[in-house]
C-alpha cells in the first residue's frame, strides 16, 4: 500500500516563501517520477510541477516557472517543492502525487495521491 502525506502547507502573505513537504511510503519511491498539483476553491486539479525518478528532469507549469522549485530526495523518501513569491493566485490545496513510472509523462497520469495540504496566500 502506497501512502503520501504532505506537510508545511500554512497562512503567509504575498512575497513569501513556503517549502511543503511530501514523504511517501510503500512501494518503490525511487523507481517513480513525482509531481505537485494544486486545487483551488472552484476550479479543476491543476498541474504545478513535476521531477523525473532520479530528480535530474524537472517540469513546471507557467504560472509557477521562475517562482517554484521541485526537487526529491530519494533517501527520505520525499518531494519538495520550494514556492518563493508567492501571490494571492497560489492560494489553494497542494497535493502530492506518484506517476506510473520513472517519466511524468503524460503529465496528469498520477498513480496515487496524497490527502493535501492547504496554502493561504493573502494579500
Known amino acids: 500500500q502506497v501512502q503520501l502525506v504532505e506537510s508545511g502547507g500554512g497562512m503567509v502573505q504575498t512575497g513569501d516563501s513556503l517549502r511543503l513537504s511530501c514523504v511517501v511510503s510503500g512501494g518503490s519511491f525511487v523507481s517513480y517520477a513525482m509531481g505537485w498539483f494544486r486545487q483551488a476553491p472552484g476550479k479543476e486539479r491543476e498541474f504545478v510541477a513535476a521531477v523525473s525518478w532520479s530528480g535530474t528532469g524537472t517540469n513546471y507549469a507557467d504560472t509557477v516557472k521562475g517562482r517554484f522549485t521541485i526537487s526529491r530526495d530519494n533517501n527520505k523518501n520525499s518531494v519538495y517543492p520550494q514556492m518563493n513569491n508567492l501571490i494571492p493566485e497560489d492560494t489553494a490545496v497542494y497535493y502530492c502525487?506518484?506517476?506510473?513510472?520513472?517519466?511524468?509523462?503524460?503529465?496528469?497520469?498520477?498513480?496515487?495521491w496524497g490527502q493535501g495540504t492547504q496554502v493561504t496566500v493573502s494579500s
Open positions: 502525487g506518484q506517476y506510473y513510472s520513472g517519466t511524468y509523462y503524460p503529465i496528469t497520469e498520477i498513480d496515487y
